[in-house]
């Protein structure tokens, strides 16, 4: 049974994770929350649940603002062709639904079958925002805190730089 928001931020508490978490509407891509960027500080996140080519499953966890080079990615971290998983691996592994997908949902994998990767740019900042289980909220917490939780889980993070599309990256500077 997948964890509750409320049983997670039970788990960032018995860690000693600071969090706080805003309400707002259902939020299902990087353009719709937006508008909220100015409301709730900190950096924004999103989280692409990916599979390789021999069923390797991968989070890649970065800020909203980049836009990933999946090829790219795919040769830093030698890994035979990235795709977008399907929401059905989606609520198998992590027990999310699409639009959902956050680090978070780590704690619903429970045969530790994800790879996780983690942006440096986003540790480098000092908060980092990412829903908490579901769509309709955004819980801030410390970016080392980020690392701390997901080491906790058991998990090894790989903390890479992922290449970004040099056109989108460009725009948002």
Not at 47 to 65: T, Y
Request: aromatic share 6%; with cysteine; net charge neutral.
């Amino acid at each position: 049974m997948a964890a509750t928001p409320d049983e997670l931020f039970a788990l960032l508490d018995r860690l000693g994770i600071e969090h706080s978490t805003v309400q707002h509407p259902p939020i299902f891509t990087v353009e719709e929350g937006r508008p909220w960027h100015d409301r709730i500080p900190g950096l924004h996140c999103k989280s692409l649940f990916i599979k390789d080519r021999r069923g390797g499953i991968w989070l890649v966890v970065m800020p909203a603002h980049k836009r990933a080079d999946l090829a790219r990615l795919e040769r830093i971290l030698a890994a035979p062709r990235f795709s977008f998983a399907r929401p059905e691996l989606l609520q198998e592994v992590l027990e999310l639904t699409p639009g959902s997908v956050t680090p978070f949902g780590l704690i619903n994998d429970r045969q530790r079958r994800v790879t996780v990767v983690l942006d440096q740019q986003m540790l480098d900042a000092a908060w980092v925002n990412f829903h908490p289980l579901h769509n309709a909220a955004s819980t801030t917490v410390r970016s080392g805190d980020l690392l701390r939780f997901v080491r906790a889980l058991g998990y090894d993070p790989i903390i890479v730089q992922p290449p970004v599309r040099e056109e989108l990256a460009n725009e948002d500077r």
